[in-house]
C-alpha cells in the first residue's frame, strides 16, 4: 500500500493606509509546505489516520499512536513518526479543545510530557515536520505514544476533526 501527502501552513494579511494621493498597502504572508512520498525516511510517509470525534463533558480522548488506532482499511496502525498533525475544534463547541498533558505514556516530542494546546470554538492547529527532516516527531510505543485530546469543561461534549499522517519507522 502506497501514500501520497501534501501538508500545507498558509497566512496572508494585507494592511492598508489611506493617504493624501491615494493609499499604502502592505501585504504579509507566511507559508510552508511539503509533499511527502510514499516510504519511511526523510521526505516520506507510510502512515495516516483521520476521524471525527466526540469527547464527553469533562473527558479526555487518549489516542494510542502505536498500534491501537484503525485505518480506513481496519488495519492497526503503528507510528514511530509523526510528520503532520492537524486538529479543528468545531465551530459549535461551547468548552475548548485541549490537546497534550496525557498522564500515563504522554507522547511528548512535540509539546513536551506536560505542554498543551487550547482551541477555542472553531480554531485550528497544525504541524508538519520538514521534507527533509528525517526524525520528525518521534512515538516511542508503551512509554511516550498517547496523544491526549481533552474537553475543558463540564456541561457539554465537544466535537473535533484530526488527521495525523506519519511513518512506521
Excluded: H
Aim: net charge negative; glycine share 12%; hydrophobic share 50%.
Amino acid at each position: 500500500m502506497s501514500l501520497a501527502s501534501s501538508l500545507a501552513l498558509s497566512a496572508f494579511a494585507e494592511q492598508t493606509n489611506a493617504l493624501d494621493l491615494g493609499s499604502a498597502k502592505a501585504p504579509f504572508r507566511l507559508q510552508r509546505s511539503v509533499t511527502l512520498g510514499s516510504g519511511t525516511g526523510a521526505g516520506k510517509a507510510d502512515r495516516v489516520w483521520s476521524d471525527r470525534r466526540t469527547i464527553a463533558a469533562s473527558g479526555a480522548d487518549d489516542l494510542d499512536l502505536a498500534g491501537v488506532l484503525v485505518d480506513a482499511f481496519g488495519s492497526a496502525i503503528t507510528f514511530a513518526r509523526i510528520k503532520g498533525l492537524f486538529i479543528a475544534a468545531a465551530e459549535e463547541n461551547t468548552n475548548n479543545v485541549v490537546i497534550g498533558a496525557d498522564a500515563t505514556s504522554p507522547w511528548a516530542t512535540l509539546l513536551n510530557a506536560t505542554g498543551t494546546v487550547v482551541l477555542r470554538p472553531g480554531a485550528a492547529c497544525g504541524f508538519m515536520a520538514g521534507g527533509a527532516d528525517a526524525t520528525a516527531y518521534a512515538v516511542t510505543a508503551g512509554t511516550g505514544d498517547v496523544l491526549q485530546v481533552a474537553n475543558s469543561g463540564a456541561g457539554t461534549p465537544v466535537d473535533y476533526d484530526i488527521l495525523i499522517i506519519g511513518a512506521s519507522a
